[in-house]
Structures are given as C-alpha cells and as structure tokens.
C-alpha cells in the first residue's frame, strides 16, 4: 500500500541554524501539506501546497519557513533560523484532490532545538 | 473559541465493550469529517471520513455526522486492547483553497483486558 514517507526521523539542531525536512508524498496524490504537533498540544496546519504554489497557509507559517517541491517526488519544508519553540513533531501529509478528500500522513519528523 | 472540540479522557472501556467517542465543531460551513487514530509517539492513522448526514460503518467502526447539531461521533465495536490510542477528530472547513484541516485535541482511550 502506497505511504508518505518523511526523512529524518529525528533531527537535532541549534537554535538560529537552518533545517530541511523532507518528504514524498503518495505518487498520484496532487495536495501536499505540513503540520506540526508540539508534544501534548494539536496537530496544527501549516501549509498546503497544490500545483508548485502554496495555496494555503496558516499564522505559523511565518517568513522563516518555506516550502518547495524540488523535483516530481520530493516536498520539503524549510525553516530558515530555528528557534526553540519549533521543536515539534513535524507531519508531511498528501491528499489525491483537494476538497474533502483524505489526507494521509507521513510518519513523522521529530525535530528537536538546543 | 476553539473550533474542534474533543473530551480529553482517558475513556475507559472493557474488552469487548462498546467505545463511544464524541466531537463537536463550531462553524457551520465545516462540510467533511475524519478520524484519526494516534498511537504515542507515532502520526495520525485515518480510520474514517464521513461527509454526510446519518452513519457510516466501516468494519468495527461507525462514524455519525449530524450537521444541524455540528456533531460528529465514533463507535468502537468489539473494543481491543490495540485500539488504545488517543483518537483525533479532524475538520475541513473550505474557506481557503487549501484544505486545511482542523483538528480536535483527541480522546485517550483505554481498552482493559
């Protein structure tokens, strides 16, 4: 069964420095998205992503990060100078269309900020 | 006010039982339903999306969506010890193109031998 995949699994940094995490979304889906999920807190949205522009973002997704689709199967998100308050568990999800139609996650990137 | 609305638990259910999990949403226009099921430390698992009014079943699982009352429910079956997880209600509300979903801060539930 086809499956989001995200990559690392873990990721250490220090504060003001720059992360990438990656991911690669169901081969036929066309909707990507990020969210994050600070520990014992809500899933958030971030961003969503369709036709290699951000079609939607949230209060969060501030000028420090960003998003691209380098090539036909990666998606990353980019934050540019980490702060502590972005540790987080950070979810790539993909959907096949895009109204009401479901969004299945990846496993997760857990990114920690010393 | 928050949007998605969820009871913390822990839900405590025997083996066997019937789990009953409750979510309410806050803007009306809110039009397609999921939920999620989290184990710790791992990412939402989609269990079901419902998107109209009445029941839909799927194996041990029934969701119920009644739009007037901006409710939406999910019944556990036959209630398993693997089913312990904290389950998620999530909410898409078209407003923007971009299919955000919004979610609820989830149930814990446990599932006693």
């Known amino acids: 069964e086809p499956e989001v995949t995200q990559t690392p699994s873990h990721q250490v940094t220090q504060m003001g420095q720059e992360v990438i995490l990656r991911c690669v979304p169901i081969s036929n889906h066309l909707y990507f998205y990020w969210y994050r999920q600070i520990l014992g807190q809500k899933v958030e949205f971030l961003v969503s992503f369709y036709n290699n522009e951000i079609s939607e973002k949230s209060e969060i997704f501030d000028d420090q990060f960003s998003v691209e689709r380098p090539d036909g199967s990666n998606f990353t998100l980019k934050i540019r100078s980490t702060k502590l308050e972005d540790s987080a568990m950070y979810f790539c999800?993909?959907?096949?269309?895009?109204?009401?139609?479901?969004?299945?996650f990846g496993p997760g990137t857990r990114l920690t900020v010393t | 006010q928050k949007e998605v609305e969820q009871n913390s638990g822990p839900l405590s259910v025997p083996e066997g039982a019937i789990a009953s999990l409750n979510c309410t949403y806050s803007d009306r226009v809110s039009q397609s339903f999921f939920w999620y099921r989290q184990y710790s430390g791992k990412s939402p698992e989609l269990i079901m999306s419902?998107?109209?009014?009445g029941d839909k079943e799927d194996g041990r699982f029934t969701a119920q969506l009644n739009k007037a009352s901006q409710y939406v429910s999910l019944l556990i079956r036959d209630s398993q010890p693997s089913d312990s997880a904290t389950y998620l209600c999530?909410?898409?509300?078209?407003?923007?193109?971009?299919?955000?979903?919004?979610f609820g801060g989830g149930t814990r539930v446990l599932v006693k031998p």
């Open positions: 999800a993909s959907s096949e269309t895009g109204t009401a139609h479901e969004q299945y």
């Open positions: 999530a909410v898409n509300t078209p407003k923007a193109a971009g299919n955000k979903l919004t």
């Open positions: 419902i998107y109209s009014n």
